[in-house]
């Protein structure tokens, strides 16, 4: 009964340096987001997708990249981090779109990330 | 695009009081409006949901009302319990939910004094 899964829990990163958040699925959803997290502000949107092959950007791309390969797959990745990419990121899935069903978005337990 | 305003930020009660947590909306053809409850550390979890053709619905201690005219959606909690204390979170569908997304707002704390 996994649901969302994330890797790692936590990170600790260098100015510059690169990584990729993994981020999988067991639900069969088609529709996968990642959010951030900055402290005591709500959640904000980075990429979502709605099926394998399929990307779009959220409120907040600038800095990150996506891919969606297999249904069960979304990674997030970051290029050259930096100290304003500090903030914890959940992934998120759902079997439909928002408000279309009563099936909710599931949430992973979140990578908590450091750029010093 | 849309926005989510959120009040209050943080909110503390005596146990057994009753708790409001107000968003105002922007986008009048938003749909649908959940409700996320994020305990310390741990993932959002939907504790209720409420689509905009019905005004209000219920669920045990916690009710949710949507006044469309206002673009308001209220969450209330009653009878509150020390297991309540966690970061709520409301969110709308922009556009009717056709752009697959969810608007957050900015998260109330509310904490339940025993």
């Known amino acids: 009964n996994a649901g969302v899964t994330q890797t790692p829990k936590f990170r600790i990163l260098k100015i510059g340096q690169s990584m990729t958040l993994q981020c999988t699925q067991d639900?069969?959803?088609?529709?996968m987001y990642w959010y951030r997290q900055d402290p005591g502000m709500g959640l904000k949107l980075i990429y979502y997708s709605v099926g394998a092959g399929i990307t779009d950007k959220g409120e907040v791309p600038n800095g990150y990249n996506v891919s969606r390969s297999t249904t069960e797959d979304f990674p997030l990745r970051l290029e050259l981090a930096a100290p304003s990419q500090t903030s914890v990121y959940f992934c998120?899935?759902?079997?439909?779109?928002?408000?279309?069903?009563?099936?909710?978005?599931?949430f992973g337990d979140g990578t908590r990330l450091s750029i010093l | 695009g849309e926005n989510v305003e959120q009040h209050p930020s943080t909110l503390s009660v005596q146990e057994g009081d009753s708790a409001v947590i107000k968003c105002t909306y922007s986008?009048?053809?938003?749909?649908?409006f959940p409700w996320y409850k994020q305990e310390l550390g741990k993932r959002p979890q939907l504790i209720i949901d409420i689509r905009s053709n019905v005004g209000e619905k219920k669920d045990q201690r916690i009710a949710v009302t949507l006044n469309k005219t206002a673009k308001h959606v209220s969450l209330h909690i009653s009878e509150t319990q020390p297991e309540d204390s966690a970061v709520y979170f409301c969110a709308a569908t922009p556009y009717g939910g056709a752009t697959n997304k969810l608007i957050f707002g900015t998260g109330t704390l509310l904490a339940v004094q025993p």
């Open positions: 998120a899935s759902s079997s439909s779109p928002p408000g279309s069903s009563n099936q909710p978005q599931h």
């Open positions: 639900m069969n959803h088609n529709y």
């Open positions: 986008d009048s053809a938003s749909n649908y």
